[in-house]
T-cell receptor
Framework: KNQVEQSPQSLIILEGKNCTLQ??????????LRWYKQDTGRGPVSLTIMTFSENTKSNGRYTATLDADTKQSSLHITASQLSDSASYIC????????????FGTGTRLKVLA | EPEVTQTPSHQVTQMGQEVILRCVPI?????FYWYRQILGQKVEFLVS????????KSEIFDDQFSVERPDGSNFTLKIRSTKLEDSAMYFCASSVADSTYEQYFGPGTRLTVT
């Protein structure tokens, strides 16, 4: 069954600290993996998109990694800011005729001053 | 910067009523999507739309749902006879293409069925 699991469910860190969020998937055949940031009550905003051949992709203080062999991805946030408080969602796309999208349940991050 | 817009921001309706949620995708985008998010749960894919027809739909997207691009700019989601369990946030998204292109999400419409 195609699934995307994220950990931890929630995380609290102090401003300025780094953190890493995890995403494991069992989706096949794999097309790409996306990380989104979703502020409460808002639509998701894309952070990174990675295909099978990409190991690392950065977007400012956000760095995503992908290990297609172990079917794991991580999102590393450097020097966290209060505005990083949000849910971070991992989405894996696979091809079955057309593109399909499986969303993870997200990690809720809270950054404290 | 161009953005996806959705109206209304909040819709309250009675069970059994029809609702139409509206979206204006980014103008040069060709692929359009609807997602829903029940409060406290994950985002779920409903349907994708390209070239004036549905290209993919999920199990959730049953006969009660329909989508339309009536005038070349709006993209609508209709729920014919709403149920309590349709209460959710509905997000529209658009993309230049499918595959590895970024999807831009709208701010969402909160649908409350009473």
């Amino acid at each position: 069954k195609n699934q995307v699991e994220q950990s931890p469910q929630s995380l609290i860190i102090l401003e300025g600290k780094n953190c890493t969020l995890q995403c494991n998937y069992t989706v096949s055949p794999f097309s790409n993996l996306r990380w989104y940031k979703q502020d409460t009550g808002r639509g998701p905003v894309s952070l990174t998109i990675m295909t099978f051949s990409e190991n690392t992709k950065s977007n400012g203080r956000y760095t995503a990694t992908l290990d297609a062999d172990t079917k794991q991805s991580s999102l590393h946030i450097t020097a966290s800011q209060l505005s990083d408080s949000a849910s971070y969602i991992c989405v894996v796309s696979f091809i079955s005729g057309t593109y399909k999208y499986i969303f993870g349940t997200g990690t809720r991050l809270k950054v404290l001053a | 910067e161009p953005e996806v817009t959705q109206t209304p921001s909040h819709q309250v309706t009675q069970m059994g009523q029809e609702v139409i949620l509206r979206c204006v995708p980014i103008s040069n985008h060709l692929y359009f999507y609807w997602y829903r998010q029940i409060l406290g749960q994950k985002v779920e894919f409903l349907v994708s739309f390209y070239n004036n027809e549905i290209s993919e739909k999920s199990e959730i997207f049953d006969d009660q749902f329909s989508v339309e691009r009536p005038d070349g700019s709006n993209f609508t989601l209709k729920i014919r006879s709403t149920k309590l369990e349709d209460s959710a946030m509905y997000f529209c998204a658009s993309s230049v293409a499918d595959s590895t292109y970024e999807q831009y999400f709208g701010p969402g419409t909160r649908l409350t069925v009473t």
